[in-house]
């Protein structure tokens, strides 16, 4: 595809985690689909004490 296209291609997003990053472009009527998902290390309880420490 040339880049001139590209650009002038209507946006449409998948959005990947973070929900609110869905909400606000939807508030901005950008075609959007959101997918649940959290990093797999979340699962492991090690790991995801340090993420809790890292976050604070």
Do not use: C, Y
């Amino acid at each position: 595809m040339e880049i001139d296209k590209l650009l002038q291609a209507e946006i449409r997003v998948i959005n990947v985690g973070l929900r609110e990053f869905a909400r606000d472009l939807e508030a901005r009527k950008t075609p959007v689909v959101h997918v649940e998902w959290s990093p797999p290390a979340v699962k492991n309880p090690k790991i995801a004490a340090l993420l809790a420490k890292m976050g604070s």
